[in-house]
């Protein structure tokens, strides 16, 4: 039976502002249902994201500001915040853990700048919104092997797509350099690249 993450309550103190500052962050507003005053349901969604955030009146027992470590995926860290930085965010600068691995609370053990070997999954940067609920992001370019299913891959935006046709694109270039010859079949080369790239299987040579 498939379980999907669809739904995140964060708790906030005054909903206009969050639904201020989240829409700027260019999240989709999918919903705003206001039954009466001391119940009011706000729905955004991030760029790319199969999981909806939600906001209100009386839609959780949560102390505002007591989401943390809420994590969104994105492929360039350094990119992303400088498109927060535009977007007038207080935005963390980008780090990577001392460990090596995944990430201390808080701000405990953070090294400043990306990951030196610039890692999938090793590169950080955080942010509050305005009752103080902690984001994390986090730059992830190769999935880890298992972690998604070949069989169903899924592009959550023409974006997301097009960057992975940019990185199908340069693998297939070096590819052909090697064999010394052009390739009839990059349409299906391409495909196999961009389902195990995501899927986190062993890439075609």
Do not use: C
């Amino acid at each position: 039976m498939d379980m999907k993450l669809e739904v995140v309550v964060v708790p906030v103190t005054d909903v206009d502002r969050a639904k201020d500052f989240y829409t700027t962050l260019g999240w989709r507003l999918d919903a705003e249902v206001a039954m009466d005053e001391n119940f009011r349901v706000v729905q955004v969604t991030p760029p790319g994201s199969s999981a909806s955030v939600i906001f209100g009146t009386s839609v959780t027992s949560q102390i505002p500001g007591s989401a943390q470590g809420l994590h969104l995926v994105v492929d360039d860290i350094v990119g992303a915040h400088d498109e927060l930085k535009r977007l007038g965010v207080d935005v963390s600068d980008v780090f990577h853990d001392a460990g090596g691995v995944f990430h201390h609370a808080g701000t405990d053990a953070r090294v400043p700048g990306p990951d030196p070997q610039r890692a999938s999954y090793g590169s950080f940067l955080s942010f509050s919104d305005p009752d103080g609920n902690g984001w994390l992001l986090q730059e992830i370019t190769t999935r880890l092997p298992g972690r998604l299913d070949p069989a169903s891959t899924v592009f959550a935006s023409t974006e997301d797509m097009a960057a992975a046709l940019r990185r199908a694109a340069a693998a297939h270039g070096e590819h052909e350099a090697r064999t010394g010859a052009e390739d009839p079949d990059w349409p299906d080369w391409y495909a196999r690249y961009m389902v195990r790239e995501q899927a986190g299987s062993e890439l075609p040579s």
